[in-house]
């Protein structure tokens, strides 16, 4: 019997990350946060000084850099033995996670680090190419969205209970200018086909977002 693997697709603020952790615990399956893991390849980078046009020195850094997650009621990202799952999520380290995913040498090792992980244990897992790209095998394909200034608007209260000054106006033109850049980039870009059901979540709730998916497996 094959594992069960879910994709979920779609642009940065859609809640994906947070429907992910849900359907998994509702499956009884792991949720492998693929978004963690370019986050925590931006920041190494970041830290490093690297550049995100370097992409040898990029390729280099995701090849020895070692990922892991631990489950739980808030799943915790470990890189190189630190845990870094707060220092991943600033808008920072967004931009630098959607610049180092655009990387096709950095993108061929973390999906093999994916699919090793899926095809081990099943699983959930979120991101722009799951479902094209990393398990286009899989029934279980659903392409989320929502209109920019909900996404905008839920990424700054986000923010905003993280203590961190924030201006709407800078995150909404953040969620813009990722959304160009993932669609656009020319390996693996954020799109879907008709394998997927597109769930628009702009007027539901999680748990409304969680069912539909569910119901649908």
Do not use: W
């Not at 893991?37 to 550049?51: E, F, S």
């Amino acid at each position: 019997m094959q594992p069960l693997i879910v994709a979920i697709d779609g642009p940065a603020g859609v809640g994906k990350s947070t429907v992910s952790r849900l359907v998994a615990r509702e499956l009884n399956i792991p949720q492998i946060d693929t978004g963690a893991m370019y986050r925590a390849i931006g920041l190494a980078a970041t830290r490093a000084g690297i550049a995100f046009d370097d992409e040898p020195a990029l390729a280099g850094l995701a090849a020895k850099s070692q990922i892991e997650f631990i489950p739980g009621e808030k799943p915790h990202t470990i890189l190189d033995g630190e845990d870094v799952t707060t220092l991943i999520r600033t808008p920072e380290i967004s931009m630098a996670a959607s610049h180092v995913s655009a990387i096709p040498s950095v993108r061929r090792v973390l999906v093999k680090l994916q699919q090793a992980m899926g095809r081990r244990t099943g699983g959930v897992l979120e991101g722009r190419d799951i479902g094209t790209k990393v398990f286009p095998e899989t029934p279980h394909k659903f392409f989320l969205t929502a209109r920019p200034e909900v996404r905008a608007q839920r990424r700054f209260r986000e923010l905003m209970a993280k203590g961190q000054a924030v201006d709407f106006d800078k995150v909404l033109a953040d969620t813009v200018q990722r959304d160009t850049q993932d669609s656009t980039r020319a390996d693996s870009p954020l799109t879907y086909d008709d394998s997927y059901k597109v769930i628009d979540t702009s007027d539901l709730t999680i748990p409304e977002v969680v069912a539909r998916i569910v119901s649908s497996i």
